[in-house]
């Protein structure tokens, strides 16, 4: 099983941009699909992108294409989120999860961290 942390999480106005970061322990982060979500206050948690073991895959939110890039180094057992053109729609915690394949779909992830604050302010 993987264990992930997120950072990089914070304050910005609207229109700057945030670099999340998840790393993972664990042996298996490297075999893992991985994706962002994120859940603003009184919402449920939404899918924002996934990426697959080897980064030949990635799926976007329409919400954020255009705006967010996935990555991951799997060296560094870490995945990315860079985050562009920000705006308060965007405030939320964001969590990353691990799972067998990139997907939009919450309950086929098996690990979660515990997710990072992201602000944006207008």
């Known amino acids: 099983q993987v264990q992930l942390l997120e950072s990089g999480g914070g304050l910005v106005q609207a229109g700057g941009s945030l670099r999340l970061s998840c790393a993972a322990s664990g042996r298996t982060f490297s075999r893992s699909a991985m994706g962002w979500f994120r859940q603003a206050p009184g919402k449920e948690r939404e899918f924002v992108a996934a990426i697959s073991w080897a980064g030949g895959m990635i799926i976007y939110a329409d919400s954020v294409k255009g705006r967010f890039t996935i990555s991951r180094d799997n060296a560094k057992n870490t995945m990315y989120l860079q985050m562009n053109g920000l705006k308060p729609a965007d405030t939320a915690v964001y969590y990353c999860?691990?799972?067998?394949?990139?997907?939009?779909?919450?309950?086929?992830?098996?690990?979660w961290g515990q997710g990072t604050q992201v602000t944006v302010s207008s």
């Open positions: 999860a691990a799972g067998d394949r990139p997907t939009s779909i919450e309950s086929e992830y098996n690990a």
